[in-house]
């Protein structure tokens, strides 16, 4: 009966993750083909309008209208962030009933200890979204194909070196949980604080800051980028014998993240 109780509480808490997860990686997807796709504004007294989009859904007819910085208005301001919120924490309830408290996380036989497995585990979180920011707010942030390169050789070299201390599958499933926790501090460490700032800036009559604009956007492609080959991740278990138990799960998720990453550029720039 324990073992029923653990078996369908990790299958809503996935349910969970699962919805949360298409809400948030949609509502990413749909604001940044937005920018792709606004037009031009029509009409005079549109100064700070950027752009412009009619759409259509359900039967209904919305204009979108981006302005170039935040007019206050007597209206209620939609911030999109809980779906994030309850994909990152219910994920981070299935690393713990799955892995750090299941089978999955080291393989049999293993010297790692559990406790030192799970040590591993928050480690590696902490420490890549550590080796991202480095990354982005070093030099390369200008030369992003470049950074984009040395982010890829880090993944590669962490999915290898995992793959001595942890077993194939968690192995794999912990760069998707790094790229998930990269992308809920985008969220709420980075996007929502700056744009909390130009409202803040708008109320006070300071001066537009354009850099806070183009820190969150930068971080919002980043998260597109990020999504698809984390959406692998939780896939791969369908596969195990091809992915992570192939003998050369660094080499698969080398090609799976290159992949993921130009899939994630035809889709932002052409879908």
Known sequence: MVSDYAEWLALLVR???????????????????MERTLEAPTGKGKENISGELWMVHGG????VEKQKWPELMPKALHWFRWEAMTTWLSGMA??????????????????????????ISLGVLVGGLG???????????????????????????????????????????????????????N??????????????????GGTP??????????CSRHNTYLSVPLIFTMISTHGASVT???????????AVVAV????????????
């Open 131 to 185: 080796a991202y920011h480095c990354v982005w707010r070093s030099p390369l942030k200008n030369f992003e194909p470049l950074g984009a390169a040395v982010s890829w050789v880090l993944v590669v070299a962490l999915t290898r070196w995992l793959g001595t201390v942890l077993s194939d599958r968690a192995a794999f499933l912990h760069i998707g949980a790094m790229f998930g926790t990269i992308m809920i501090v």
């Open 15 to 33: 349910w969970v993750h699962v919805i949360a997860g298409v809400m948030w990686i949609g509502t990413t997807y749909l604001f940044n083909w």
């Open 60 to 63: 209904g007819f919305y204009l």
């Open 260 to 271: 993921g990453w130009a899939a994630a550029k035809v889709i932002r720039d052409h879908l």
């Open 94 to 119: 299935l690393l713990a009933l799955v892995y750090w408290n299941g089978a999955p996380l080291l393989e049999y036989g293993s010297p790692v200890t559990r406790a030192q497995g799970i040590g």
């Open 244 to 254: 992570y138990g192939g003998g050369h799960a660094w080499a698969v998720m080398g």
């Open 187 to 204: 969220v709420w460490g980075i996007i929502l604080p700056n744009q909390a700032r130009m409202i803040a800036l708008t109320k006070a």
């Open 209 to 218: 800051d354009p850099e806070l604009a183009r820190l969150a956007g930068r």
